[in-house]
């Protein structure tokens, strides 16, 4: 993926605001794809080590995102806020603005106050690695990714169409599109319980009398279940205290049918416990076997777009994303893909 | 790993009893070193299927086990009593034997019963895959496993000592010695604990109402988290109820870490949840960066072997594991890696 931008998005001037894991990884995709692009830490070690691997990071965010056709937030959550006040200013109205962190609700919610629904599009790339920092950033890290936009009828649809067509030009991103809400509800499962339960497993394990044997002998299950415990301590705890309520809900979801797998296992019942065992499996085959048909939908350029967000949100919420979206003079064209049924 | 053995262990003769993924890639690495080995297995067309990829698989288990110098028991748990009494008299005294069950006590008690303590050296290696079968084994699939191996006094240790000395040679194991039942509950939390929380995300995931957006969100915490979930759900239920007292034990330490950051969570006390995960982070770091110290120690060759056992298990207790092991005619000399402090 070190090819340019040719078509609409060549020339796009871009930013990227907090230059960590993620925020380093897409501004050095944005940096091979050609764009005219700059990073701002607010870390001065972070802004000196943009410089190092030939990236354009200026001393002040004015600096970074004056100008801009895009800007990228990519601080911690807690930031946000603070972050998105000050974009709303420095930049210019026709400015697309989206973050990257892991719940929606919050931020959706800060932006409508701001003003700046119409140009901030929340979004949410899954992907991560063990080890935090610009140190650890890669152009190829989000490359492929499925990448979470939530659209919002009005004028937010054309800011929405044209970082889709972005995201999946330069990431070949599937695009996830969702409210914030079904975001925020879906990722409680998807991603943060199974940091509780990384983070349960190797508590325990630290705590444990026999730690040394327990670390020993651990191999796939053990590290597997466990390395998201390396997150940073911190951004674990932001992500989850950001989306508190459905965390707790879905955590719920998982206790009770890890208390009837234990239930099964007290009772010294095979048969309960292999039935379990056999609904859980369905959910890694449906996982490691999606197989999706392409289907191409067009709304009217132009209007409110309420059909469109709706279309755009049933997409989403039935497993779906987009693989592209051109817009034309009278229609827009998106290509998805859709997951066969099991 | 294709190279041949020499010295003690050239011109042993091995069989695996079960070749499935862990015994067909014991099978495809003793074959690879150039071992007279045959493989048996109740499935005639698994039995075929090692035919087809060169090995000797004949018909009856008999065949398979008469003259060998150590057979490996690697079918099923619920088997392996039933197994053991049959090689019981189907070998000679002089033949090892050993399995790779993910729980020990059971099976070292039922080779207590039929007499076999003397020539049974209860094993575990610490590898696994996604797939399950001949099919999916290969010859290098345990190379450098962690190999728990569980030593006994008098002519126990005699075995122990040249099968040690064989998994070394053979698949560069690391041989962790402990007792029955210090390896059953160190694997209850290394290895049955992460199966049982994987069921339960993977479990919760098949049961949601946004299921399909879950998989669509699905990036590295809940593939990790629920990988373990793919294995045969028969498999997973025996491992489980093989040591189901432990199991539920130590999931109730899981659990009450597990309540611990939800309480955080729910109080919406960062400080509490950071600190929380600082603890398990702690053990995910020791876990990346074990460093060892070596040791070599010796013993009488000939005795009761009470001392050698005692430091044998008290070095797996601490994290250690053998890297080999020589027999003279006076004392036998071990080389060990002892992990060092934090």
New interface residues.
């Given amino acids: 993926m070190t090819d340019g931008l040719t078509g609409r998005y060549a020339g796009v001037r871009a930013a990227v605001v907090g230059t960590g894991l993620i925020g380093g990884s897409v501004l050095l995709r944005l940096a091979d794809a050609g764009l005219d692009v700059a990073g701002w830490d607010p870390d001065p070690a972070t802004r000196e080590l943009a410089r190092a691997r030939g990236l354009a990071a200026p001393a002040t965010i004015e600096q970074a995102v004056a100008g801009r056709d895009v800007v990228f937030l990519c601080g911690p959550l807690p930031t946000l806020a603070g972050t998105l006040a000050q974009l709303a200013t420095m930049t210019a109205p026709g400015c697309v603005l989206t973050d990257v962190g892991g719940t929606k609700s919050e931020v959706a919610q800060v932006a409508d106050q701001l003003g700046l629904t119409d140009r901030f599009v929340p979004g949410h790339p899954?992907?991560?690695?063990e080890s935090p920092g610009l140190s650890a950033a890669s152009a190829a890290l989000l490359a492929g990714?499925?990448w979470?936009l939530c659209p919002a009828p009005g004028p937010a649809t054309d800011a929405f169409r044209w970082l889709t067509g972005l995201l999946v030009e330069l990431f070949e991103a599937?695009v996830?599109p969702?409210s914030a809400s079904?975001?925020d509800?879906?990722?409680a499962?998807?991603?943060h319980?199974?940091?509780?339960?990384?983070?349960?497993?190797?508590?325990?394990?630290?705590?444990?009398s026999?730690?040394?044997?327990?670390?020993?002998?651990?191999?796939?299950?053990?590290?597997?279940?466990?390395?998201?415990?390396?997150?940073p301590?911190?951004q674990?705890?932001?992500m989850?205290?950001g989306n508190?309520a459905r965390?707790?809900a879905?955590?719920t979801?998982?206790?009770?049918?890890?208390d009837?797998?234990?239930a099964a296992?007290?009772a010294?019942d095979?048969a309960a416990?292999?039935?379990?065992?056999?609904?859980?499996?369905?959910?890694?085959?449906?996982?490691?076997d999606?197989r999706f048909t392409g289907r191409d939908q067009q709304f009217p350029a132009d209007g409110e777009h309420t059909a469109e967000v709706t279309w755009l949100r049933g997409l989403?919420?039935?497993?779906?994303?987009l693989t592209g979206c051109q817009v034309g003079a009278d229609t827009v064209s998106y290509s998805a893909s859709l997951?066969l049924a099991d």
């Fill in positions: 899954m992907a991560g690695a990714a499925a979470v599937r996830v969702l079904a975001h509800s879906a990722a499962l998807a991603s319980v199974p940091h509780l339960l990384a983070g349960a497993l190797a508590g325990a394990a630290q705590r444990a026999l730690r040394e044997t327990v670390l020993a002998l651990a191999a796939g299950s053990f590290r597997d279940g466990t390395r998201v415990a390396s997150t301590a911190k674990v705890a932001n989850l205290l508190q965390v707790l879905e955590l979801e998982v206790q009770e049918f890890l009837g797998l234990a296992l007290r010294g095979p416990l292999t039935a379990r065992y056999e609904e859980a499996r369905a959910a890694r085959s449906t996982l490691l999606r989403g919420e039935a497993g779906g994303h997951p």
